[in-house]
């Protein structure tokens, strides 16, 4: 069984939204967060929730995108709204210990879900 499974990419126009879903099959009591990476440029942290619900976003998408989990631990989201061509990425979610956008302390990692948005 995979233990994280990302769906929800696709295009997009510039403003528009999409809410990505991560079904999460590993230990419930983990750090989660979504990092992305564009095509030539580094992996780079999004946003990330913590055991205890709070919360932490990266400058580029404070105010924009918003990450959850639903009460059964099973499912993380990221609601991305008013987009931008610049968050085009593939996007993945992942689990680990608890330090907030570092993907040194994630250690279970999805395969991604491609966001496309166009000007």
């Known amino acids: 069984q995979v233990p994280l499974v990302e769906s929800g990419g696709g295009s997009v126009q510039a403003g528009g939204s999409l809410r990505l879903s991560c079904a999460v099959s590993v230990y419930s009591n983990l750090c989660m967060g979504w990092f992305r990476q564009a095509p030539g440029k580094k992996r780079e942290g999004v946003a990330a929730?913590?055991?205890?619900?709070?919360?932490s976003y990266a400058d580029s998408v404070k105010g924009r995108f918003t990450i959850s989990k639903d009460n059964a631990g099973t499912t993380l989201y990221l609601q991305m709204s008013s987009l931008k061509p610049e968050d085009t990425a593939m996007y993945y979610c992942?689990?680990?210990?608890?330090?907030?956008?570092?993907?040194?302390?994630?250690?279970?990692w999805g395969q991604g879900t491609q966001v496309t948005v166009s000007s």
């Open positions: 992942a689990a680990g210990r608890c330090g907030g956008l570092r993907q040194s302390e994630y250690n279970v």
């Open positions: 929730i913590d055991t205890d619900g709070s919360t």
